[in-house]
């Protein structure tokens, strides 16, 4: 039987594994990759799945948020974790990779097989036809990514990531920290830190002196978008008191366990300043920062950060960041499945979804292509269980706010809770481990899923 090949468009992580997935269901592939032809600022080969920056995936132990997700593609036969075993490098406890080795092999892996083709093309349009995955990445060429704004519509895309550092929710002291709203308005939707003057000034002075990440000249040209978004170490620097007008502002706040906040005798109970943590996700397991964009060195995040009251030993599953990145608003536009809602024929994956990282992007990957694979040979697309962690990360980048909806990498807070809470974190997370692989061997033993190996 002759199928119509499936169009890939950006040979990245995801689309390296997305190619693969579709070319070992047995259907062609079309892959088209703008480099050599045309560069991105940010890569530096012609290679498919270049490493634009470290060459590392992060932790390799499977009860890491990072290594589990590696351990459930393992699985699930997946390429590019395949490739990075092969080629790993001593790193610690991380999963890291010759680099050079890693991509040059897999894009001689892909060229060689008989159902790839591979084009070296930038493709200025979505294909209107066919079956489709956009891996195109966080920079997506720019004539790309104005057809993808004309699909989806302008309020739907963003071209610049300015966001807060994530907390994971049990790691913020409740004992300090008070859930209210500003002056008691709807319901308590806010996690407020309060600061006297004291801890005030102590972190103001502090944020003030820490050390900031460099800033790519790509980066810089475009640092004009920022302006309505400033990070909160530049705030710190306008004066001691700009930020307490700013999104440190007490007003309004109180500590309802202090009483009726509205009574006179509990006015001078208000704090002198307050971080408010937004919550994130459903189950209110992450904690957003915020008013917390930062271009702060992520060590200096951490130590800088957890000088607030109630964030002492807050566990951050996302820091803050300012740089370019093209991405889509998931929750409106994606199924989980990684369909558009709009077009089902035509999926993304990557970094364009809003998945953050390598290990991450080459997972969209292969969902997008198993499903693209799927929707060629006439079958239902496939949801991965939301207790592994692939799965939990494509429910969450298609159901969170569209509001204020920020990138996320794989991590525990989005992982469903377990019916009976365990206290101890690494026995946690171990047994969130051992949920997840039994989900995923269950998954493959049983159609659909394919084969590892
Ligand atoms: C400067 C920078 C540093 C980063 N550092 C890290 C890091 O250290 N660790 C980490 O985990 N993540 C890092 N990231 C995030 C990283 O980009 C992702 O983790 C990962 O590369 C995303 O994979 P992807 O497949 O979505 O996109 P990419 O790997 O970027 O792949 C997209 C591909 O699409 C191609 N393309 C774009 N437009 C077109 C078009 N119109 N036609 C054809 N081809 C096209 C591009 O050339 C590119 O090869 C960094 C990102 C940037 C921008």
């Not at 897999?106 to 008989?114: C, G, M």
Request: overall charge neutral.
């Amino acid at each position: 039987m002759s199928y119509s090949p499936v169009r890939v468009i950006g040979g990245g992580l995801a689309g390296t594994e997305a190619t693969w997935q579709i070319a070992r269901a047995g259907i062609p592939v079309i892959l088209s990759e703008m480099r050599p032809v045309q560069m991105t600022p940010a890569h530096h080969s012609q290679e498919l799945a270049e490493l634009v920056c470290s060459n590392s995936f992060g932790a390799k132990q499977s009860d890491r948020a990072a290594g589990l997700l590696h351990e459930e593609m393992r699985r699930l036969g997946s390429i590019v974790i395949g490739k990075a075993d092969e080629h790993q490098v001593p790193a610690g406890g991380a999963l890291a990779v010759d680099r050079a080795v890693f991509s040059k092999e897999l894009t001689q892996t892909l060229a060689r097989h008989p159902l790839i083709e591979l084009c070296r093309e930038e493709v200025p349009h979505i294909p209107p036809e066919g079956v489709v995955v956009l891996t195109t990445g966080p920079l997506t060429s720019d004539r790309l990514a104005k057809d993808l704004l004309d699909f989806t519509g302008m309020e739907y895309m963003s071209f610049f990531d300015a966001a807060s550092p994530i907390v994971i929710g049990d790691s913020i002291d409740k004992e300090t920290a008070f859930l209210a709203s500003r002056y008691d308005k709807g319901e308590a939707a806010y996690l407020n830190c309060p600061l006297n003057k004291e801890e005030y000034l102590h972190f103001w002075q502090e944020l003030c002196n820490a050390e900031q990440a460099p800033v790519k000249d790509f980066e810089r040209e475009n640092a004009k978008f920022f302006e309505g978004c400033l990070p909160i170490e530049e705030l710190g620097q306008r004066g001691e008191d700009t930020m307490r007008y700013g999104p440190l502002k007490p007003v309004g706040l109180f500590d309802a366990r202090h009483g009726d906040f509205k009574a006179p005798e509990n006015q001078s109970k208000r704090p002198y300043a307050v971080v408010q943590l937004r919550q994130e996700d459903k189950e209110g397991q992450l904690w957003n920062m915020v008013g917390f964009q930062t271009n702060l060195r992520w060590g200096e995040q951490k130590r800088v950060f957890r000088l607030i009251p109630g964030l002492e030993k807050a566990e951050f599953v996302r820091m803050g960041v300012m740089h370019r990145n093209t991405f889509i608003n998931s929750p409106e536009l994606l199924s989980p499945t990684l369909q558009f809602k709009k077009r089902p024929t035509l999926l993304a994956a990557g970094q364009l979804v809003g998945t953050e990282g390598y290990g991450a992007a080459a997972a969209g990957g292969w969902l997008a292509g198993t499903n693209a694979a799927r929707l060629v040979l006439g079958l239902e697309p496939i949801i991965l269980p939301k207790t592994t962690m692939m799965g939990a990360l494509f429910e969450f980048i298609t159901s969170a706010s569209p509001k204020h909806f920020q990138p996320m990498p794989p991590n525990f807070g989005i992982i469903p809770p377990l019916e009976k809470r365990i206290r101890n974190k690494r026995e946690r997370y171990g047994v969130y481990r051992d949920r997840a692989l039994a989900d995923i061997d269950l998954a493959v033993r049983c159609p659909p899923l394919p084969k590892g190996g």
